[in-house]
């Protein structure tokens, strides 16, 4: 692993060194390693405050449980420093690894935004990175981490040096209405810096709307992760190639955006729930299924297709959305239901599953749909995979 080793912190002339922190004491690591192992108990803290001090000792205590959260991102969690908010805001290490293998292998790269590293150590894997973090107690665990040296300070201060950079902006809120100033800092403001660098990736909320995301980046990417959309890649600059794609992280497969398939009010004999980033990204045409319903995400028709975008579900019954009628179908099929998923629909899933009231020995998965002002409802069997 390669990081940047100039000593930043002296060329940076806007850090008031009063409140640049000196990094992690010897009290700090000699209370960390008493700690190890210890429950969080006022007489453990105590015992541990005795041999180093109190604020070591709380601090310590603190490095340790949040050692414990952040091994749901790191596999080397416990040898890490983190802050609440900056593990909360730290990428999985598996995305971060994905994020670094869009760069050409060795070649220097910026982390603008570094955070306590996540994307900064996966960059380090592939070649040289400067990371930067204007907080300066952040920038403290970000080097403890790094094991080098950070430049503590404003990331655009050295985008002119760069011409691979990677930006993993702050955001202030979430949904579907953040705007570009509530990013910190704000990518938008730095656009045609970007276009002319050589590749710039930039991780944004996959509920920004797509007209935002093109405005940014020329290819954007849904990545999906744990079946989940987790974010949207902006990537800018000559190298980025234009387009729009979902991509598997965990397999690496990616699916193009393409035309919506033609919808239809009834199921075929199967039906298929897309991958979350894959409706995002609006990459579900292609299957030779048609869409079911108004609302993107659900696909059908009478082939049972594998594909690791597609959970399959084999339609057992369908029907309008009329409790008795979805009663009856169970009583007769002898289903309850183990589920209930609905698209573009106003109902309360736990509610619906609960009314149904079905007692039956074989479990089964509801969908409830709009298809143009009805609703309807499929009983299904989840299939597996084969
Ligand atoms: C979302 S976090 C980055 C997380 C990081 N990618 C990781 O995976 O650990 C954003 C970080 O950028 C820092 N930041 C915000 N504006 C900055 C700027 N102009 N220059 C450098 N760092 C900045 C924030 O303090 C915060 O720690």
Redesign the pocket.
């Known amino acids: 692993m390669r990081l940047w080793q100039r000593r930043s912190r002296t060329s940076c002339r806007d850090i008031d060194p009063r409140v640049y922190p000196e990094g992690v004491t010897d009290e700090q690591r000699a209370a960390l390693a008493l700690a190890e192992g210890r429950q969080d108990r006022p007489a453990e803290i105590e015992r541990v405050a005795r041999q180093t001090s109190p604020e070591a000792a709380a601090w310590a205590f603190q490095q340790w449980a949040l050692r414990e959260r952040g091994r749901v991102k790191f596999s080397g969690a416990a040898e890490m420093l983190f802050d609440r ?2 593990l909360e ?3 999985h290490e598996a995305l ?1 690894a994905y994020h670094a293998s869009r760069f050409p292998s060795g070649v220097p790269v910026l ?10 150590l996966a960059l380090a894997m592939r070649g040289t990175v400067l990371a ?4 300066a107690d ?1 920038a403290a665990l ?1 080097e403890f981490n790094l094991g080098a040296t950070v430049f503590v ?5 050295r985008l002119g040096e760069f011409d691979y950079v ?1 930006a ?4 202030r809120g979430g949904g579907a209405r953040l705007k570009p100033a509530d990013y ?2 704000n990518p938008w403001e730095l656009k045609e810096e970007f276009a002319a660098k050589k590749l710039v990736g930039v ?1 944004l909320s996959p509920m920004a709307g797509d007209d935002l995301l093109l405005d940014l980046g020329v290819g954007i990417e849904f990545l999906s992760f744990r079946g989940e959309c987790r974010e949207a890649v902006a990537w800018c600059g000559q190298e980025a190639k234009a387009g729009v794609w979902a991509v598997q992280v965990e397999t690496g497969e990616r699916r193009a955006r393409v035309d919506e398939p033609g919808k239809v009010e009834e199921a075929g004999g199967y039906v298929y729930e897309g991958d979350p980033a894959a409706i995002r990204a609006h990459a579900l045409g292609g299957f030779g299924m048609a869409r079911l319903g108004d609302s993107p995400g659900y696909l059908t028709g009478d082939g049972h297709v594998v594909s690791p975008w597609l959970t399959a579900y084999e339609v057992l019954w369908q029907g309008p959305l009329r409790l008795a009628r979805v009663q009856d179908a169970c009583r007769e099929q002898d289903l309850f239901v183990e589920a209930v998923k609905k698209r573009g629909v106003d109902i309360d899933p736990p509610v619906l599953q609960r009314q149904i009231k079905a007692k039956g020995g074989t479990g089964c998965v509801v969908f409830v749909y709009g298809f143009q002002k009805r609703q309807r409802v499929l009983l299904t069997k989840k299939l597996g995979t084969p």
Do not use: N, S
């Open positions: 908010d900056g805001m730290a990428t971060a982390d603008m935004t570094a955070g306590i590293g996540a994307d900064t930067c973090e204007k907080d952040r970000l300070g404003d990331g655009r201060d990677w993993d902006p702050m955001r910190e800092p991780k």
